[in-house]
């Protein structure tokens, strides 16, 4: 036991800090983890959810950094999320039964109750299928990051039955930002936009949105990558309109439903990069 571990960390857009934690959590795995954790702690990132679904092997150690973490969040007015399966939760709940720790079957789940959203009101949305929801965007995003040249590990997406969010962590930097960590972000309100990371720890520094097209295919979404890390002016600098269309939200969900069942790679109709600067839609296929 105890040799190997994966970790990464993602930062939600509604000021949430996601770690997934995979492999075994040991004497020997888990002061790396508790390194990760106490570094979110210092940076003032006290909404935490710790997605711990692809542990295979969880001791003491383990349980100790979770409640060591659950403190850490509590002393700086904060809250601590985790997912797990019933093993974790079972070694858990020996070790600590009156522990801290607040249980969530999902990240979306364990997302709200971060943010804060304790008391979801059923939305229009609550009826559709939110599995092959994720699964299609999770396909068209994993999509994106092949073509950037970057492995699965680097791209996260979440949907719920209020919103979907994606996020892709990026080699490289952006002119004029060096230095820091670049990242494309995607939600269902604005699409897809790129980014840097701010000192500070806050949200991300958007350089540019793509535009109005929420899903554009796949190789339009990586050349506008490319584009703007290269220095060229390519996207908007403001974020679109949303879609006015009465039922958009319902018909970007069918989008990638249909997308997660295809036999085929995720396909959306090809659109061309615009040149930075304009405010305003410049396509008007799919949802806009």
Known sequence: MGQHVRLRRTRHGRGVEICEIGGELDLLTAPIVRRELDTAADQGRHRLVIDMSAVEFCSVAGVELLLRAARRATDGDGTIAVVAGRQVRRVVRLVAPDGPIVWFDSVCDAVHHAAG????????????????????????????????????????????????????????????????????VWDGRTGWAVGAETHSGEDLVIRAWYGAELLPEPDAVVRFVRELTGGRPVGLDVPPEPSGHPHAAQIVRARLQAAAWSDREPHMPEVDVPEQGAATPLWHEGVG
């Open 117 to 184: 959203d304790r008391n979801l009101a059923a939305s229009g949305l609550a009826g559709i299928d939110l599995d092959s929801t994720q699964r299609g965007l999770r396909r068209y995003v994993e999509v994106v990051a092949a073509g950037l040249g970057l492995e699965a590990a680097a791209a996260w997406s979440d949907v719920d039955d209020r919103t979907a969010t994606a996020y892709i962590a990026l080699d490289g930097e952006l002119p004029g930002m060096e230095g820091r960590e670049v990242a494309l």
